[in-house]
């Protein structure tokens, strides 16, 4: 089965100027992303993510490379009809409501006028959206309209969905909740590309990474493959004395080992902040 | 319906949804009727010509004057509202070709000017028509062979000036395809305007004999890249001739407007297909 993007020697160049000086965007890129998964395309502003995903969405030409979609030529109808995408910072009609804009997007999509209602309820039930569906979009708040860009982006139910910064703004409430929508959706067996800088985020929900810099790709693999460190332990001890550390630090040494840091868990400010505070009036 | 063109008309549908929803829209629409109605008040200031002349040519100079600013500004405001917030992405993210988007902007644009020519018109025809009564009934009692007003005429004239608009339309597009800022397409597109009304004169220059071949070259690809829009100015002719226009004559306006209208879409599309969004 053909990999669900791939991107084989990719170069953009941008002109610059009238006098046509090139800046490169994207260099040489090769990266195959397998279906069925989450995976996270990470790179500090300006390393060439979003464009790497313009590219591979038809909305800008390549300088050189090839790119294919679900073993599709990418920017043809085919692939795209099979694609879901949420731009970063996402803006829509403001006076369009929620279900008009989602059932506007269904039909654009393709799906067809005897499966819209449906499609579109689905949509709306699964980015949480369904009591704020009626309201004018110009009245919804960040978190809102990344939702209401999520169902736009899987109402035709794409075997691809390709979220660019999906919860940049948006609160750890809500950013939980977008994790949430793309967990729901590889549950689905759909394949989610992830474009983010929120690291902590990308960890949770991705099941691979690849990491961008200055166009270039400077690591890709698993998240446990890339994170674990083979030649560290980390040991969780309960009620821990003095004498128990000695003991133990001994016995380590005797088999040549040795403690090189002793310190308490921690748990993370997001896992606190979502443990204190159950929901936004939002959410 | 082929799906593409399901996809168009739901580009028209939003399109012509959000400008009626316009300020700008509401305000040039007033402006017009205001212009139309107090064409009756206006009616002693008309330099000897006949009085349903008079407000016929007050309400079609309100109808074009009003109709060319909605029509360069709104569309590229239409145009540029989708690329600089970003709408766009989304969009053509979707099996949507940039052709569809394209041919769907246009449509809703020429909808919401329907509407406008269709109000405007029909509001001057109720003026004109009114007057009409009063001036046949004056005219028998004094005798004199009375000036009417020709309903039918009136709706061809709606029609001719729709397509004008929609030539402008089309232009304006294609402009704006090219262009990077919204200021650039409303000038360029105001120019253009200004000077299909012009062309004429190119077109009157080019039929005599020039000494330069660069200025004859000029002069012909100007009657050939730019529409002639004062041949849509046949509504006095239409509305209150005796004996009309000629239906051909008609026809041939109608058909040179058209082909301008699909010409100037066909490059704006292939222009559009390679901007980068």
Known sequence: MSSAISVRRLTKDFQIGIRGLKLRAVDDLSLEIPRGQVYGLLGPNGCGKSTTLKVVLGLVSATAGEISILGHPSATAEARSRTGFLPEAPYFHKFLSGRELVTYCARLSGVRPSELAAAVEDALGLAAMTDAADRPIGTYSKGMLQRIGFAQAVVHDPELVILDEPTAGVDPVGSAAIGRMIHAMRDKGKTVVLCSHLLGQVEQVCDRVAIMDRGKLVLEGRVEDVLARRDRHVMTIEAMTPAAREAAEAALAAHGARVTSVTHPRRSLEDLFRELVTGSRDA | ?277
């Not at chain 2, 939003?14 to 316009?22: I, K, M, S």
């Open chain 2, 1 to 277: 319906m082929t799906p593409s063109l399901q996809r168009t008309l739901w580009i028209s549908r939003v399109t012509f949804l959000e400008a009626v929803r316009q300020r700008f829209f509401a305000f040039l629409m007033v402006l017009g009727a205001a212009m139309v109605l107090s064409s009756v008040s206006f009616r002693a200031f008309d330099f000897g010509h006949g009085e349903l002349k008079f407000i016929a040519d007050f309400g079609f100079g309100g109808m074009f004057l009003f109709g060319s600013v909605l029509s360069v500004v709104m569309t590229a405001q239409l145009f540029f509202s989708e690329i600089d917030n970003k709408t766009a992405l989304t969009l053509l993210a979707k099996p949507l070709s940039r052709s569809e988007f394209l041919l769907g902007k246009f449509f809703g644009a020429w909808a919401v000017l329907g509407v406008f020519v269709v109000a405007l018109s029909g509001l001057l025809g109720v003026v004109m028509w009114a007057r009409e009564q009063e001036l046949v009934a004056m005219a028998e009692q004094a005798g004199k062979v009375p000036v009417t007003f020709s309903a039918s005429g009136m709706v061809q004239f709606a029609l001719l000036q729709w397509l004008r608009l929609g030539v402008v339309i089309a232009i304006v597009l294609t402009v704006s395809a090219l262009a990077r800022t919204f200021l650039f397409a409303v000038v360029v597109g105001s120019l253009a305007v200004v000077a299909g009304q012009l062309q004429w004169i190119a077109q009157d220059a080019v039929l005599k004999p020039t000494g330069s071949v660069l200025y004859g070259a000029f002069l012909w690809l100007s009657t050939r890249l730019l529409p002639n829009l004062q041949q849509f100015n046949i509504g006095d002719a239409l509305v209150l001739g005796a004996t009309g226009v000629p239906a051909e004559a008609v026809a041939e306006v109608a058909l040179s407007g058209l082909a301008y209208m699909a010409a100037y879409l066909f490059v704006g599309t292939l222009v559009f297909r390679r901007r980068e969004i």
